[in-house]
């Protein structure tokens, strides 16, 4: 590998202790440099299925010398979504990347309950044309240290989840309230859950419980990885589990910002 430089400094003195912690970091680094290119392969991965396709639909526009137009039409639909999917990877994975580089936006007190209703407003939309029925309930004075770009990001996303894989006759349902010191947004939803074995994954980049279904509603495996990076930028953090009676439900709790009030 590439850090292969620890050291054999031994003895109960403080060399050996600077030692240790040297050759602890050292597989730290290890370990995050196994990560990145562990990233840059399933990005690389995920990019080339749909320029696959597409190179397949265009060279049998071009290769075949009768095509009815209809065919055609069909044809450049497929290529036109491909290319979505491809916008919407890179997008995500732009995201990722500034959430990783310490280019953070200065925080400001943000308000929670507007943005949710903004973001409940557009998925109510979405909802409806899947036939899922979406309901909220939300206090006022939820105000977190954050950007209103992440707090819509974070509600979005989780929503979003929630309405596409809760499938037929869904029901999703989410609240904001206050806990203590924090904020707490609940998402939780009717759908078929998510394995026990695998919660803990979930929120790993680019894991799918089943590929061909999240692809088949557009995800790109990467909109928890950014919901948790998003919020634990901000000293808060995100958890999954199943409801007793069926279907998931996402807890995100940010820690309360300053000069909020429980009134
Ligand atoms: P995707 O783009 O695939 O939705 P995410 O990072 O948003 O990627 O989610 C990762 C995986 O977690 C999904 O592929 C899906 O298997 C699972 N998942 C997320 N939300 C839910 C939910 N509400 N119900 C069941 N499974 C879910």
Redesign the pocket.
């Known amino acids: 590998g590439a850090y292969e430089h620890r050291t054999n400094i031994s003895g109960r003195d403080e060399i050996a202790q600077i030692g240790e912690e040297f050759n602890s970091l050292t597989d730290r680094l290890q370990t995050t440099e196994t990560l990145r290119r562990r990233f840059v392969s399933d990005a690389s991965h995920e990019l080339k299925t749909p320029l696959a396709a597409i190179r397949l639909l265009t060279d049998s526009i071009l290769q075949t010398d009768q095509m009815d137009m209809e065919t055609v039409r069909d044809f450049v639909t497929d290529i036109g979504s491909e290319a979505e999917r491809l916008s919407r990877i890179t997008e995500d994975l732009l995201r990722l990347t500034r959430l990783d580089s310490d280019l953070l936006d200065a925080p400001e007190t943000v308000e929670v309950a507007p943005v949710l209703e903004q973001v409940m407003r557009m998925m109510s939309l979405l909802a409806q044309k899947k036939g899922t029925e979406l309901t909220y309930r939300m206090e006022e004075n939820c105000r977190v240290s954050a950007t209103k770009g992440e707090v819509h990001q974070v509600i979005y996303?989780?929503t979003d989840?929630?309405v596409?894989?809760?499938g037929k006759n869904g029901k999703v349902r989410v609240e904001l309230r206050h806990e203590d010191h924090d904020v707490v947004l609940t998402?939780a939803?009717n759908?078929?859950?998510?394995p026990e074995e695998?919660l803990p994954k979930?929120?790993e980049r680019f894991?799918?419980?089943?590929?061909a279904?999240?692809r088949a509603?557009?995800?790109?495996?990467?909109?928890?990885?950014?919901?948790q990076d998003t919020v634990k930028k901000r000293g808060g953090m995100v958890s999954?589990a199943n409801r007793p009676n069926g279907?998931?439900v996402?807890t995100v709790r940010w820690p309360e910002a300053e000069g909020g009030d429980h009134s």
């Open positions: 996303n989780l989840n929630a596409k894989y809760s998402v939803d759908g078929p859950g998510i695998d979930v929120f894991y799918r419980v089943d590929k279904r999240s509603a557009g995800g790109t495996g990467l909109g928890l990885s950014i919901v999954a279907g998931a996402f």
